[in-house]
Nanobody, 118 residues
Framework: QVQLVESGGGLVQPGGSLKLSCAAS????????MGWYRQAPGKQRDLVAV???????NYADSVQGRFTISRDNAKEMVYLQMNSLKPEDTAVYYC????????????WGQGTQVTVSS
């Protein structure tokens, strides 16, 4: 139904910035709440940021003030601007799409690696 492809990950020094992109394909992109999650080795997958169809955003406390999620419905793209990166931000970052009205319609991308290290 919805295919998600992340890009933009890589190696960055502490304090640096990185912008992740998620390209969506399928129907009714605007009816999905979009989110970014991350998972470090041996850890659970945690919510980083979410943006609704009406552009309301929520952030994990750990990234509040440093990360910004945005979406472009016309381009079917979701972005995560990451500033002031810390080593603890190191993880695989996943794009997620959740249908606003059908709970079972939830999709994941393959993930993109972000490594924060000097």
């Amino acid at each position: 139904q919805v295919q998600l492809v992340e890009s933009g990950g890589g190696l960055v020094q502490p304090g640096g910035s990185l912008k992740l992109s998620c390209a969506a394909s399928g129907s009714m992109f605007s009816i999905y709440t979009m989110g970014w999650y991350r998972q470090a080795p041996g850890k659970q997958r945690d919510l980083v940021a979410v943006i609704t169809s009406r552009y309301m955003t929520n952030y994990a406390d750990s990234v509040q003030g440093r990360f910004t999620i945005s979406r472009d419905n016309a381009k079917e793209m979701v972005y995560l601007q990451m500033n002031s990166l810390k080593p603890e931000d190191t993880a695989v970052y996943y794009c997620n799409a959740a249908h606003n009205y059908i709970p079972t319609m939830k999709y994941w991308g393959q993930g993109t690696q972000v490594t924060v290290s000097s």
